[in-house]
Structure formats: C-alpha cells, structure tokens
C-alpha cells in the first residue's frame, strides 16, 4: 500500500512540474522570438539608414568604386552583411561576395518595398548564401526618384540560435525543478505515509483482536489527532472487551452454580423416591422419615429459587424500589422476634440497641418488605454460623443523614481472604458446613444489591474465632 500511494503522488506532482516547465517553454520561447526579431528588425533599420547616409553621396554621384573601398569597413564594425544595389537593380557593392556573382536584385522584395515607401524588409532564403535570412533595404533618393539601395542583412538563424539557448536553459531549469520535486516529494509523502502506515498496521491488529499495539504520537496536526484518537479507541476497546470477558465469566459461572445447587437436593429426592418405590413404602417408620427428608430438600430447592428470583428482580434494570415511609425501630423489633424461636432452640440471646434519633426516631423513607429481607438475610447468617448460647447484637444509630444497623455476632468469623468475596452470588467461605445448616450463599448478594438500589452502603468485618460485624446504611430520604 505505501509503495503505491507514494509512487502515485510523486508522478503526479513529477508530471504538473513538467507540464508547467513545457508550457512556460512554449510561451517564453514565443515571446522570445518576437523579441529578437523586433529587436533584430530595428537594429537593422537604424544601421540601414546610417549607412546609407553616409553612402548617399558616393552613390548619387555613381562612385561605385569608392563604395565599394568602405564596404569592407563599415561591414565588419556592423557584422552585417552589407549589399549596396544601383537603381536599375545591379549589385554594385557587397561585404560577402563578388558583385559580380550576383545576379540583378530590382525584384527583391525588401527591394520593391524600399521603392513603395523608403524603407523595405523582408525574411527569406538568401539565393546567395543559401540561409534564412533578414533584409532592410533603404532607398536612397534624389529629386523624388531612388539612385540606388542600402541593403543590410542578418542570418534568421542567429535569432533563433539565441532563442534556442534560452530555450534549453529554461528546460534544464525545469529538469532540474522535477527532481528536485521528486526527491522532496518523496521526502514529504514519505513523512506523510509512514504515521498513516503505522495506523493501518494498528487499525489491522485491532481488526485481528490484538489490542496491546499503540502509536507514538509525534505531532498535534490531523495525523496527530488521528493517532491519539486511535489509541483511545483501542484503549476503550480493551477495557469493553476484558468487561464483556469478565461479564460472560460471571454468567457461566452463575449457570453452573445454579445447576449445581439444583442438582444436589434432586438428586437426593430422587434417591428416596425410588427406594420407597422399591419397598420402603410398606415400612411405616421408615417411609415418614424418608418423606420428611423429601421435604427438607424441597424447601431448600424453593428457598434456592426464591432467593434467585429475589435477586433477579433486584438486579433487572426495571425494578422499582416501593418507597414508603417506616419506622426501623419497629421493623427491627418484628424481624428479632420472628428469630426468637430459632435463637432459643441455639440457646442464643439477641439484643437490640438504638442510639441518637431521641427527637426524630428511626423514620425513613424505604422499601420496607426488601429492607425486612435484608435484616433477616443478616440474622438469619447470624444466628447460623455462631456456636450455641452465643450472643448476638444488633446496633441501630441514627445520624443526620442515614440510619445505620449492624448485626454483630460472637461466632466463627470469617478468614481475611474471604471477607471481601462474601458478597458474592454463591460464594461460600466452608461449602459442606454452609450447606449442612442450609445455605446455598445469596443471603448476603442479596442484602449489597438492595443496600446499594437504596444508594447505602454496606461492609462487613470479621476476626476469625472472634465474630463478624455486618453494617448497613439507609438515607433517611
Ligand atoms: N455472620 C457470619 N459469620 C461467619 N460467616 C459468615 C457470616 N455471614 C456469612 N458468612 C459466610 O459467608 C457466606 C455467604 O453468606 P450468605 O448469607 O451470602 O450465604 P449463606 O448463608 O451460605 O446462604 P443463604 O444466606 O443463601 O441461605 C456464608 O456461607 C458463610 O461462609
Ligand atoms: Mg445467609
């Protein structure tokens, strides 16, 4: 691709030079001929007349012999051919030849033209000389009627001689134009096409998915711009194709954890189904036990898709927050006493503490059952994964902005390298011990995705062995 650009522009810009070099030729060589000729013609006329008034008198008075003495003189001070003509048409001088070689000139047509009106001229072949040449002829008169002729000549050739030499000047100087043009042509196109060479091979690379290539961007004119601009593009273009990357991730991971928490319980249903269908049916005892297995696992699988549609709706672009306002001193009083059964079967205590809000109390403005879920997600976590007669607080604080709750437990913590992932859908810090007590870890996905539609916030601390702090804010507005 270089190679071609570059060779097309330089025989393009190549042949403008030349064209303008032949027509400027043309025109100035024109011109030039005219020049030299006028300059030629008076040149002639001028000398005609000067030597023929210094001939005037020898001629009227037929002194051929003393012309014919000063010919020589006169001609070569001139370096013009000098032809001195008698009335009748009879050569009777002349600087190049023998008059007697000539033949009569009555006829000549400067000659005739001299008769008419003085002076005459004319360009012809000289029989004489054999070459183009250019004659003025002045008449030299006497009582009205001409005693003879001046006539002095000049080679045409010499005119155009001269012409000839401009002329290949000049084309030596377009020559000289063209490579001169050529090499700072190529030059330029060359310090064009490099940067726009570089930009296809990064644009091609892009184009191949190879997003790691950038351009040196070396000036601020259009190219500049252009390379900076694609730069950015392939920037952007990095960072959306690694998001779309890590999103795909994210979607394959979350089908096969789905799966895979489906398929656990199933196949433990299926497991029971069919030993109770070969016999276990007919014993009492067994089958009621084996049927409340059944139903464990299918209260698991319900919980599972309930807390998977909970947290599909959260996250879908649609859903819209009921926002009504509440109190959450007695939102977190419901929540605790629907636990007070489970916390008694553990031997646990839960106790709620509120602080501030003397005056203004702990109404705000929220969706009250997504805000519920959000209290029993994090009792829920509580009240599992804290040893039995274990304590557990929950903390309310009212600042001037936001309400914040923490739910702090005395329980098994949370190892430092899983406290930050907790929040993810699914993610588990002990699988098979979060499985035994029911957990399948979208509590907490849930309780950050609503927080943050709330535009809260939301953190967790946790000392291994010690116990774990999950706090929550709420804009009271
Ligand atoms: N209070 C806590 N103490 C110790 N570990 C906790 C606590 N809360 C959460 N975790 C850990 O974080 C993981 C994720 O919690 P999350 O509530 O999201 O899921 P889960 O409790 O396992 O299941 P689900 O809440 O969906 O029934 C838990 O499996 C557990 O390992
Ligand atoms: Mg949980």
Do not use: C
Request: glycine share 8%; net charge neutral; proline share 2%.
């Amino acid at each position: 691709m270089q190679h071609g650009i570059v060779r097309k522009f330089i025989g393009a810009i190549s042949l403008l030079t030349l064209l303008s070099v032949l027509i400027l030729n043309f025109f100035v060589g024109i011109k030039l001929k005219d020049y030299f000729e006028q300059q030629t013609s008076e040149r002639l006329r001028s000398n005609a007349r000067l030597v023929s008034s210094l001939l005037e008198q020898p001629l009227i008075e037929k002194d051929f012999e003393g012309i014919r003495e000063k010919i020589p003189a006169i001609a070569s001070t001139l370096s013009e051919r000098i032809t001195i003509i008698d009335s009748g048409g009879t050569v009777v001088a002349e600087s190049e030849r023998n008059t007697g070689q000539l033949d009569n000139h009555f006829m000549r047509l400067e000659v005739t033209r001299a008769r008419e009106s003085g002076i005459g001229e004319s360009n012809r072949m000289s029989d004489t000389l054999g070459k183009s040449m250019k004659y003025v002829a002045v008449a030299v008169m006497s009582d009205g009627t001409p005693q003879g002729y001046v006539r002095l000549a000049l080679p045409i050739e010499d005119i155009e001689d001269q012409v000839q030499v401009i002329y290949r000047t000049v084309l030596t100087g377009g020559l000289v134009a063209v490579v001169l043009v050529l090499i700072i042509g190529a030059f330029i196109t060359r310090s064009i096409i490099t940067p726009i060479t570089e930009m296809t091979e990064v644009a091609e690379a892009i184009s191949k998915g190879d997003f790691s290539k950038r351009l040196k961007v070396k000036s601020s004119d259009e190219l500049g711009v252009l390379a900076r601009s694609l730069n950015l593009m392939a920037d952007e273009l990095r960072q959306t194709i690694s998001n779309l990357k890590s999103m795909d991730k994210t979607r394959t991971d979350f089908v096969a954890n789905v799966s895979h928490e489906l398929k656990t319980p199933l196949t433990s249903i299926r497991g029971f189904i069919e030993t109770l269908e070969d016999g276990a049916l007919e014993d009492k005892a067994n089958a009621r036990r084996f049927l409340s297995i059944i139903k464990k696992h299918t209260n698991a699988l319900t919980n599972i898709t309930n807390d998977l549609l909970k947290l599909t709706e959260l996250e879908s672009a649609e859903t819209r927050l009921e926002m009504n306002p509440f109190d959450m001193k007695d939102l977190v009083g419901e929540v605790v006493s629907g636990f007070s059964y489970a916390a008694k079967q553990k031997g646990q205590t839960i106790r709620v503490e509120f602080r501030g809000g003397d005056e203004e109390g702990f109404l705000l403005y929220a969706d009250r059952p997504r805000i519920e879920q959000v209290l029993v997600n994090l009792i829920d976590n509580a009240i599992k994964y804290s040893p039995e007669g274990s304590r557990i607080k929950i903390i309310s604080e009212r600042l001037k902005y936001n309400v914040k709750v923490s739910v702090e437990d005395n329980g098994t913590g949370i190892p430092d390298e899983h406290t930050h992932r907790v929040f993810e859908r699914f993610y588990r810090v002990d699988k098979a011990r979060s499985r035994a007590v029911g957990g399948t870890g979208l509590g907490l996905a849930i309780v950050k995705h609503t927080v943050l539609l709330h535009r809260g916030e939301v953190y967790i601390t946790s000392n291994l062995g010690m116990g774990t702090t999950v706090t929550f804010t709420l804009p009271i507005n």
